[in-house]
C-alpha cells in the first residue's frame, strides 16, 4: 500500500541520499516531503499527510529530540511512526529517543541495505 | 536432474534453468556478486578480480570479467536478456579477503570491495548481504530455482545466507 | 600512535568506507589547494572541534560517491554539503568511541573554501589520509578539564 514519508535533515545531500534509498528499496511512495529541521518538519507535519517519518537529531533551530517531543504531545502526530537516523549512536541519546517515542534508530554512517531493512521492520511493526 | 555449472576466475555465469546451481570457488581478495530474480527465477555469478578497467584496458578488453566496472554491467544485462527486472533483483556480495601474498599497502581485497558497492550504489542497487573481508577463502553456490545463497568459508560447514537487518551476511561463527 | 590518532583512524576508515565507498590506504601528503574544509564543534561530555579538509577534486569525487553520481554529473552545489556531512558523521563515531556513556551535542559544520596554507593546523590530534581519490586531512581537539589538549598530550 503507498504511503507518504517526510524526510528531515539539514543535509541536502542526506536527503537525496535516504530519498534515493526509498526509492531504489521498492517501497511504494505516494508522496515524499523534505524537512530541514524539526520546525519546518512540524509544520510539514500539520499542512501534509505524513505516514512515516525519518529525522536526523542534530540540526539547528528545533533539533530531532525537540521535535519527537513535540510530536509526542500532539494528539494526532503522536501516532505518526519516527525513524530517527543520526551520528548520534551514543546509548544514552539512543534510549532517550526511543523512550520518546522513536520507534526506530539507525546510526550513521549506515549501509543502504541496514536502512531500508530498519524502515521495512518499523513500517511492519506499526502497519503502515 | 540437478545441474552444477561452474564459475571461473575472471569469468560470468547466468541461468534460467531452475535445477542449476552456479558455483564459484576460491574467492580470496575476488569478489563474487550474485545476483537472482525470483520471479523469472534467473540467477547469475560474477567472479572479478580487480576493481577498475582503467588498471589494464587491453586486458579489460579481452576479458571484461576481470573487472567490475565491465563486469558487473554485463551480469546485469545477461540476466536482463534472461528475464530479470533490476527491481526484482536480490544481490549477494562475497570475498574481498585480504589474502597473505597481498601486501598491505595494495590491499585489492578491500578495494574490490569497496568498488562493487559504490557501482551498485550508483546503479541504484540494493546489496541484500555481504560477506566480505576477513583473510579466508570463500566459496559461494546459488540455487538458480530457489534463490538461495549458500556460502563456505574455508574450514567450515556451508550456511545459508541469513539476511541480518544491518545487511551482512551472518556467518556460522 | 597515541589512543586518539589510533581511534580517529579508525573512526575515518569506517565513515569512508560506509557511506562514501572508499578506502583510506595508508598516509598522505597535502597537495595544492583549493580545499573544501569542514568543522564542527561538539559541547557535552566533553568539549572540542573536529575538521576534515580535501581538496577540490577529491571532495568532489566524495560527494559523487556518496550521492551515486559520477564526478560529472554531481551537482556542484552538493560537494560542499556533503563534506560537511562527513565531518558531522565522523564527529559522531569519534564521540561514541571517545565516551561511550557520553552525551553530546554536535553543532551544524561550516564549510568554506580555502587555499591550502589557511587550513587549520593547530589540532591536537590531525591526520592525512591517502584515498584513491587523492588526500583528506582530519583533525581533532578534545578540551579536558576545559582545557584545550596540546598536540605534546
Known amino acids: 500500500m503507498a504511503f507518504s514519508v517526510l524526510i528531515v535533515d539539514d543535509c541536502p545531500a542526506m536527503q537525496t541520499v535516504i530519498r534515493r534509498i526509498l526509492g531504489i528499496s521498492g517501497f511504494d511512495l505516494e508522496a515524499c516531503y523534505f524537512a530541514a529541521d524539526g520546525s519546518e518538519a512540524l509544520s510539514m507535519l500539520r499542512r501534509h499527510t505524513v505516514d512515516l517519518v525519518i529525522s536526523d537529531v542534530n540540526m539547528p533551530k528545533l533539533d530531532g529530540e525537540a521535535m519527537l517531543r513535540c510530536l509526542s504531545e500532539d494528539e494526532k502526530l503522536r501516532k505518526v511512526p519516527v525513524v530517527m537516523v543520526s551520528s548520534d549512536g551514543t546509548r544514552s541519546r539512543v534510549d532517550r529517543l526511543v523512550g520518546m517515542g522513536a520507534k526506530g534508530y539507525i546510526v550513521k554512517p549506515f549501509q543502504p541495505a541496514a536502512l531500508r531493512a530498519e524502515l521495512e521492520r518499523v513500517l511492519e511493526a506499526e502497519n503502515v | ?173 | 600512535m597515541s589512543e586518539f590518532d589510533e581511534l580517529l583512524s579508525s573512526a575515518t576508515e569506517e565513515v569512508l568506507e560506509n557511506m562514501f565507498y572508499t578506502g583510506a590506504f595508508g598516509p598522505g601528503t597535502e597537495g595544492d589547494g583549493p580545499y573544501y574544509s569542514a568543522g564542527v564543534s561538539f559541547t557535552g561530555s566533553r568539549n572540542g572541534t573536529l575538521d576534515v579538509a580535501a581538496p577540490e577534486s577529491t571532495a568532489t569525487a566524495l560527494a559523487a560517491a556518496f550521492l551515486g553520481e559520477t564526478v560529472e554529473s554531481v551537482p556542484p552545489e552538493h560537494v560542499p554539503t556533503v563534506i560537511g556531512e562527513l565531518a558531522n558523521v565522523l564527529c559522531g563515531v569519534v564521540l561514541g568511541r571517545v565516551e561511550e556513556g557520553g552525551h553530546f551535542v554536535i553543532a551544524p559544520p561550516q564549510v568554506s573554501r580555502l587555499e591550502l596554507a589557511s587550513l587549520a593546523r593547530n589540532l591536537a590530534v590531525r591526520q592525512v589520509f591517502e584515498l584513491e581519490e587523492g588526500t583528506l586531512s582530519v583533525g581533532l581537539t578534545i578540551d579536558v578539564s576545559g582545557d584545550a589538549v596540546s598536540p605534546d598530550g
Request: hydrophobic content about 40%; overall charge positive; glycine content about 10%.
Open chain 2, 1 to 173: 536432474m540437478a545441474q552444477e555449472v561452474i564459475v571461473g576466475v575472471a569469468d560470468c555465469r547466468v541461468s534460467n534453468h531452475p535445477e542449476s546451481s552456479l558455483i564459484t570457488y576460491a574467492l580470496g581478495s575476488c569478489i563474487a556478486v550474485a545476483i537472482h530474480d525470483p520471479v523469472s527465477q534467473v540467477g547469475g555469478i560474477l567472479h572479478l578480480m580487480l576493481p577498475e578497467s582503467s588498471l589494464d584496458a587491453s586486458k579489460a578488453e579481452k576479458n571484461p570479467y576481470m573487472f567490475a566496472d565491465t563486469g558487473i554491467p554485463l551480469l546485469f544485462h545477461q540476466a536482463y536478456a534472461y528475464g530479470a527486472e533490476k527491481s526484482r533483483l536480490v544481490v549477494c556480495i562475497a570475498g574481498g579477503a585480504q589474502v597473505i601474498n597481498d601486501a598491505a599497502v595494495f590491499n585489492i581485497g578491500k578495494r574490490n570491495c569497496l568498488a562493487v558497492r559504490k557501482l551498485l550504489w550508483r546503479a541504484g542497487v540494493m546489496i541484500r548481504s555481504e560477506a566480505v573481508g576477513g583473510s579466508e577463502s570463500r566459496t559461494v553456490r546459488l540455487e538458480v530455482g530457489s534463490g538461495k545463497f549458500m556460502l563456505r568459508t574455508a574450514g567450515r560447514p556451508e550456511n545459508t545466507s541469513e539476511r541480518r537487518n544491518d545487511g551482512v551476511l551472518c556467518l556460522n561463527r
